[in-house]
């Protein structure tokens, strides 16, 4: 099952565009892609903004960030987050856990079956995107 917000049920309630609240270190977040987005934003104030986004709207805001690349160095709650380090991947594994708590995402998740999912448009850089195409579906994988 490829993983696309324009697929399917339930491929695209899996998709982070999908608007699934959940709440991480006490910030609300629209949806995934609100969250992976704002590791870019370095201000807490800005950050919290972005974690309220979902969708789209989530993914812009993060396209405007681009410095991350440079440096491979994330924030959260004001702290530098080297993007390959397990201080990185912990609070990602945190952060779908929270996810998993959203009743529509844990739906999706379980009607996937078992299913082999895929993210064929996802990237395998590291240091090009927030979240490979593989520590996604890791994720899934891992909570289903």
């Given amino acids: 099952m490829d993983i696309h917000s324009k697929g399917e049920y339930p491929s695209n309630m899996l998709s982070n565009f999908a608007p699934h609240e959940f709440e991480i270190d006490g910030v609300k977040c629209g949806g995934m892609e609100g969250f992976l987005q704002s590791l870019k934003y370095k201000n807490v104030t800005e950050q919290k903004s972005i974690c309220a986004l979902s969708g789209k709207e989530a993914k812009a805001a993060g396209s405007k960030k681009w410095l991350w690349k440079w440096t491979h160095n994330v924030?959260?709650?004001?702290?530098?987050?080297?993007?390959?380090?397990?201080?990185?991947?912990?609070?990602?594994?945190?952060?779908?856990?929270?996810?998993?708590?959203?009743?529509?995402?844990?739906k999706a998740l379980l009607d996937s079956c078992d299913a082999v999912l895929t993210h064929s448009i996802g990237s395998h850089d590291p240091l090009k995107t927030i979240l490979t195409e593989e520590e996604f579906v890791a994720q899934l994988n891992k909570i289903r």
Avoid: T
């Avoid at 993007?83 to 594994?93: A, G, K, V």
């Fill in 75 to 106: 924030w959260w709650q004001g702290k530098k987050i080297k993007r390959n380090s397990e201080c990185f991947s912990e609070l990602i594994d945190r952060a779908y856990m929270e996810l998993s708590k959203n009743p529509n995402f844990a």
